[in-house]
């Protein structure tokens, strides 16, 4: 149980282009979603909180107007990189919070992005 | 959430226990600590949380000083499928949800 899906896997994006990242829980019903970027090397690094049915709370230095989040429904979660830039390359990861338990937290196979 | 210090790289022999150290110092009474590994280029894998008492589970156990300001996460068979960064975090679980990762113990297991 507690399995997350990312889609895709990996994309390959022209600059300036915009990408979608798709966030599932399949086997559980996930209120609050997270989004993470990781650089090589680096940790992991929170860049917003997406609650169902209500706008995503951004990390500060995050610019909300370039990463949209839509949460429209318990099991999916969208991050769209707009006007997408090669600085914008890294590998992004979401998380669900399954509620049910002491407030574990379930991660998603990551999404690895290059911006050309 | 409380700060956690961890060794940057341990090394393992395969087949023997890894136990992998970590500093919670200034941890509150309502903080858990949690215990999430990354293996390259994947998503983090939650392994074992626990509050004050020792938990054990398929994967790992957790021991957890009487104190509560270190912890020590121990994969009983080290294999060269556990090498990746493990991450200990330390967090309460109600009204504040933030899994914030600090920079975790890179396990090289060595056949």
């Known amino acids: 149980g507690a399995v997350v899906s990312q889609h895709p896997s990996w994309v390959i994006c022209k600059s300036g282009t915009s990408v979608k990242i798709e966030c599932r829980s399949l086997?559980?019903?996930?209120?609050?979603m997270f989004w993470y970027r990781q650089f090589p090397k680096q940790s992991l690094m929170l860049m917003a909180t997406?609650?169902?049915?209500?706008?995503?709370?951004?990390e500060q230095g995050v610019e909300k107007d370039k990463f949209l989040i839509n949460h429209a429904s318990l099991t999916l979660s969208t991050l769209t990189v707009t006007s997408a830039h090669p600085e914008d390359s890294s590998f992004y990861i979401c998380?669900?919070?399954?509620?049910?338990?002491?407030?574990?937290?379930?991660f998603g196979p990551g999404t690895r992005l290059t911006v050309l | 959430d409380a700060k956690t210090t961890q060794p940057p790289s341990m090394d393992c022999a395969e087949g023997r226990a890894a136990n992998l150290p970590c500093n919670h110092s200034t941890i509150s009474g309502n903080e858990y600590v949690y215990w999430y590994r990354q293996i390259h280029s994947q998503g983090p894998q939650y392994i074992i949380h626990g509050l004050k008492n020792n938990e054990t589970n398929e994967m790992a156990s957790l021991i957890i000083t009487e104190d509560r300001k270190s912890s020590t996460l121990i994969l009983p068979h080290a294999t060269l499928r556990d090498t990746a960064v493990y991450y200990c975090i330390v967090r309460v679980t109600r009204g504040y949800q933030k899994v914030t990762f600090g920079t975790g113990t890179k396990l090289q297991v060595i056949p």
């Open positions: 998380s669900a919070r399954v509620a049910e338990s002491t407030d574990t937290q379930y």
């Open positions: 086997d559980f019903q996930a209120t609050t």
């Open positions: 997406s609650n169902e049915g209500s706008k995503a709370t951004y």
